[in-house]
């Protein structure tokens, strides 16, 4: 059976291509993150959550990926403190009772 590349277009729509086009779009990808300095497997990423949530950003992505590279905590911090913890406090985080289904 024939591969073929599933490409979304900026409304929604999901079109399936060749598996000819399929090398064609890795290249433009390529020539792409070369052009604007972006890591290839950064974009590759990115290509696969597009698969997932096909109005996603790059700038949005690349973005997150610079919070992470300054700040690894940066996520779980946030997450943290929209929960109620008060991460100012490393008392706080030490004594963080986990929820059973992360102990399991």
């Given amino acids: ?3 073929e590349l599933l490409l979304v277009d900026p409304d929604g729509f999901a079109t399936e291509y ?3 086009a399929e090398s064609f779009a890795i ?3 390529e020539a792409i993150c070369e052009y604007y300095d972006i890591d290839f ?3 590759s990423e990115f290509i696969e959550i597009l698969e997932e949530i096909p109005k996603a950003k790059l700038e949005r992505y690349l973005e997150l990926l610079e ?3 300054n700040d ?3 996520l779980i911090q946030n ?3 929209q929960n109620g913890l008060n991460t100012s406090n490393y008392l706080d985080w030490y004594n963080l009772s986990f929820p059973q289904e992360c102990t399991d």
């Fill in 1 to 3: 059976m024939e591969s």
């Fill in 18 to 20: 060749p598996e000819e």
């Fill in 27 to 29: 290249s433009a990808i």
């Fill in 41 to 43: 497997e950064d974009a």
């Fill in 67 to 69: 919070i992470i590279d």
């Fill in 72 to 74: 690894p905590w940066a």
């Fill in 79 to 81: 997450c943290a403190e």
